[in-house]
Every structure is written in structure tokens, then in C-alpha cells.
């Protein structure tokens, strides 16, 4: 039975946790109980939110919950797909969305009781593991804690200080199992975001916030025939160079200018001596120039694919996507990479990203296993729900190349219902290109010549679909 006075105080609880999170924030204004400049900043841009009488409360425990609405909030992520596989999670539960997303990311997960526990406090080790799965720090000048030697979050943890998110900490411990403040939860977060707030930031080893890409790049370059190559922040010799690139570094070219490239790296925008630099210019007679390609490395993260002869399909499949983007770019063309690490985005959030950029075709990435493990070639699946014909055309392109490439058995094109090429408006296809269960086809599959080929192949076969 329950009683009024339990009614009441439900009540209060849910009042309780839909003004802490729901009221909207108002810019500018000053948090009255916390002068850290991290939490004012989420504040600012409504990812934190105060309590009714305007505080912050920065002691308070964070609850799970909470934690999954922050998260949501500060990653962008959807949060329309409210359901959950916890018992303890309807879909009515008003951080549902917030849950499905996190989960569905691999930042949370639930107990081995199938509960998430949304209303349990938010622990300092489960905070760290959440920032680490998404941001993959990698910091080496680590701060060592006494108390996280053989703790399932250490290397989670011992990578987040080395990178500036966990500052030197009381008595040199980190406490993982215990709850998170609300302080504590903000300052990890708003320096996972935004890398002005790191800190012990001298040994320069911190990631640089990524540029907003404004010009368009006229062409991809590699610094080559010297160590190190001054960046400089015009065209001249006249000012200090405002960092160097290493031979080998990578960059975008904005521009020419005599003998002077604009570039763009992740930590820099400048000129550059052309001497230096090997420039592969877009092609702009390319029949893929101007056109957005979704690229779909299929499986990873907590899913693997399937694993046969040592091969791991989730990790082939990711660096043929990786090849086959460089090349799509260097022909000019907008690419949308699905996922461009080792995680696991939901099909449907693979769908929904192709579609919400309006992108020309689709192309999922696979390699195929069968219990018969006399098996091998090349197929590819398509759908006619959307995009009739073209789907088709684009198997056919796809299948035609990779099997002349890799000189695989043709086993021909299907139309199958499989989740992402039956709901991609666009023109998509699924590439199996070779069988892993397959000795044979898995030795190959393990040298950079496969996934050379294959990344080529899908390439022509994308490129013949345009023409
Ligand atoms: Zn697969």
C-alpha cells in the first residue's frame, strides 16, 4: 500500500529533479555558491542547471541519472529513443532518453541485475571510465593515486590525469568508489570539453580543441624532407613561427601563396614553406567532388563482429573505412564516418546520421563468416524499400570491383532486409568483402594489401556509381 505521506514525498522528488534539471539557465548570470569558472561555463551553455532556489549545490551528489543528462547534454546526442533494456528504466522515466543514449554509446552501462540504478549516486571511477570511453584520453605524465592499483578503472583513470581532467587530488588518492560531487562531475566534464581548463598543462602533451573547419580545404599535404617545418602565422619569414610540424605530420592545405601554404592541422592554422610539403590537390574533375559519402566501418566497440583464424571483423572493417576515407576526400567528396574508433554507435544512430546530412549514397562495411568454413568470395546486400534501382547499382559497382581487386569468388548482390540499407533514404549498400571463417581469405585479410585493395576497391566501385 502506499501511503500519502510516501505519495508526497514521490512528489517532491520529482519536483525536486525536474526543476534541478529542467530549468532552463539563464547566460551570464553568476552562480551564487561556486566561483569555478568550468562549472559556470556548463552552466552558460545549459548542461548543468541549479536547484529551484538558484544554487548550485556543488557537494551534492550526482545521481546516475543526472550523470546520463549531463553527458547527453554536453555530447549533443540524441535522446528521442527512450527505451531501455533495465528493469528499472520505463520508457516514461524522465532521463530515459538521456539513459538509452549513454548506454548505447558504451559511456554507461547497467548492472548484472539488468537495473541501471538511475537514482544511485554517480561514483568517481564510473565518471572517469564515461570520459574516458568517449574522449579516449591518452596522457602519459601521469599523477599517481595510492589507492587504484587493481581497480577495474584504473587505466581509465590513470589516463585521465595524465591528460589534465583529474587534478592532483587529497592525500594522492582518487577514491573510485565513492560518489561523485557535483563540483567534481562539472570540473572533469567542462575539461574533457574544453582543453583551456586542463590542467598541469606545461609538458604540452594536451590535446588542442579541434578548429571548426571554415575554409575548405584545396588539398591534403605531407611535411617531408626535414625533421621539423615552422608553422608561421603569415606568409614571410618576418614574424616567430607559432609552432613546428614534425616530418611525416599530416596537414590540410587552405591555400597557396608563392611559395607559401595556408595549412590547418588539429593544432594549427598558418603558413608553411611549399618546399616541404608533398600536396595531393582535390580533384575536382572527380566525379565524387562535392558529393557526401556515408562510410559505415560496421560493429565495434563491446561488438566485435565475428571472430575467426585471428581476425576480428570490427577492427579489419574500421581500417578499410579509414583508407577508403582518404581517398574519398582526396577526390573531393564530404565524408561521414559512422565511427572513426573503436566503439559501438546503435544501427539506428548510423542510419540517422546519413540520412540528417542528406548524404548521396551509404556504404556499410563488412566481412563475412559461415560455418562451412569452405566458404569464401565477395557479396553485397542492398534493399528496395528505399532508393529502388540505384541500391542495386551501386551493389553491382561495389561487388563488380571488389572482386576483381581482391580476386575473391563473385558471389553475386542480394536484396536483403538488413536495418541500414532498408532505412537509409539514400542509395546504400552492404559490402561482405571476403569470408574471415575462410583460412585462406583471413591470412589475407590480415595484411595491409587487403585492406589497401579492398579500401581501392570500394573506392572505383563508388566512383563508377557516380559517373
Ligand atoms: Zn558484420
Not at 529551484?52 to 546520463?68: K, L, S, Y
Amino acid at each position: 500500500m502506499v501511503t500519502a505521506r510516501q505519495c508526497l514525498s514521490w512528489f517532491l522528488i520529482i519536483v525536486l529533479l525536474v526543476t534541478s534539471l529542467g530549468t532552463p539557465a539563464s547566460a551570464g548570470e553568476s552562480l551564487p555558491d561556486t566561483d569555478a569558472e568550468e562549472v559556470q561555463r556548463l552552466y552558460d551553455e545549459d548542461i548543468v542547471t541549479t536547484f529551484d532556489d538558484g544554487t548550485f549545490r556543488p557537494d551534492h551528489h550526482v545521481t546516475r541519472a543526472e550523470a546520463a543528462v549531463m553527458l547527453t547534454r554536453a555530447l549533443e546526442f540524441s535522446t528521442e529513443n527512450t527505451w531501455t533494456s533495465f528493469s528499472d528504466v520505463e520508457s516514461d522515466h524522465y532521463a530515459a532518453g538521456h539513459i538509452h543514449a549513454v548506454v548505447d554509446r558504451g559511456l554507461m552501462t547497467g548492472y548484472q541485475d539488468d537495473t541501471f540504478q538511475p537514482e544511485s549516486p554517480m561514483l568517481r571511477g564510473e565518471t572517469a571510465a564515461a570520459l574516458y570511453r568517449q574522449f579516449q584520453f591518452d596522457g602519459t605524465d601521469y599523477v599517481s593515486f595510492s589507492d587504484i592499483e587493481g581497480h577495474h578503472y584504473s587505466s581509465y583513470i590513470t589516463s585521465l590525469s595524465g591528460s589534465g581532467i583529474i587534478g592532483e587530488q587529497p592525500d594522492s588518492t582518487y577514491r573510485p568508489d565513492e560518489s561523485v560531487t557535483r563540483l567534481d562531475f562539472a570540473n572533469m566534464l567542462a575539461r574533457s570539453l574544453y582543453s583551456e581548463y586542463r590542467v598541469d598543462k606545461e609538458d604540452g602533451t594536451d590535446e588542442p580543441e579541434q578548429p571548426e573547419p571554415e575554409t575548405e580545404a584545396i588539398g591534403y599535404g605531407e611535411v617531408v624532407n626535414s625533421p621539423t617545418l615552422n608553422v608561421r602565422p603569415d606568409p614571410s619569414t618576418d614574424q616567430e613561427p607559432i609552432g613546428s610540424l614534425a616530418e611525416g605530420d599530416e596537414v590540410e592545405v587552405l591555400d597557396r601563396t608563392g611559395n607559401w601554404a595556408e595549412i590547418r592541422t588539429d593544432a594549427y592554422e598558418g603558413y608553411v614553406s611549399q618546399s616541404y610539403l608533398i600536396v595531393d590537390y582535390y580533384n575536382h574533375e572527380s566525379s565524387l567532388y562535392g558529393k557526401t559519402i556515408a562510410v559505415d566501418p560496421g560493429h565495434g566497440g563491446e561488438d566485435p563482429g565475428a571472430e575467426a583464424n585471428g581476425v576480428v571483423e570490427k577492427e579489419v572493417v574500421l581500417d578499410v573505412g579509414l583508407r577508403l576515407e582518404e581517398e574519398l576526400r582526396l577526390a573531393g567528396a564530404n565524408v561521414i564516418m559512422t565511427r572513426r574508433s573503436d566503439w559501438f554507435p546503435s544501427l539506428e544512430e548510423r542510419v540517422q546520421e546519413a540520412n540528417q546530412a542528406g548524404a548521396d549514397i551509404f556504404v556499410s562495411i563488412h566481412t563475412n563468416a559461415a560455418a562451412a568454413t569452405e566458404a569464401s568470395g565477395t557479396e553485397t546486400f542492398y534493399n528496395e524499400t528505399n532508393s529502388p534501382g540505384q541500391s542495386a547499382d551501386l551493389a553491382g559497382e561495389l561487388q563488380e570491383k571488389t572482386v576483381e581487386k581482391l580476386n575473391t569468388v563473385d558471389r553475386g548482390i542480394h536484396d536483403r532486409n538488413f536495418y541500414v540499407v532498408r532505412e537509409t533514404t539514400m542509395p546504400s549498400a552492404l559490402a561482405e568483402l571476403a569470408f574471415k571463417t575462410n583460412a585462406e581469405e583471413a591470412e589475407y585479410m590480415k595484411t595491409d594489401q587487403f585492406r589497401e585493395d579492398s579500401s581501392e576497391a570500394l573506392f572505383e566501385g563508388i566512383e563508377a556509381f557516380f559517373h
